[in-house]
């Protein structure tokens, strides 16, 4: 029966203390690596006021004035084409 506690590894109260300082110290580093991350995810629809704004501000910043022009002019005939089938 003696055996079984021999051969256990003994622990100082100090070890455990530096141990969980360690630990303490390694939480704290992983936490500030995850707020880092969802600051990084979040931060283009923060800016975003409205989602239509999101939208509209990713889609206009790509183009041009003159391809915005184009792509509005043939959304807009498209819509037209739509309405005349149906009259």
Excluded: C
């Excluded at 969980?20 to 707020?35: G, M, P, R, S, T």
Aim: hydrophobic share 45%; no cysteine.
């Amino acid at each position: 029966m003696n055996e079984n506690h021999t051969n256990q590894q003994g622990l100082t109260l100090e070890e455990i203390a530096v141990h969980k300082q360690a630990l303490k110290i390694a939480i704290a580093e992983q936490q500030k690596n995850v707020n880092e991350a969802y600051r990084q995810v979040v931060a283009p629809f923060s800016d975003a006021k409205s989602v239509s704004g999101y939208i509209g501000g990713r889609l206009l910043n790509g183009f041009t004035m003159i391809e915005s022009a184009i792509w509005g002019f043939r959304l807009i005939s498209r819509i037209f084409r739509i309405f005349l089938k149906f009259r």
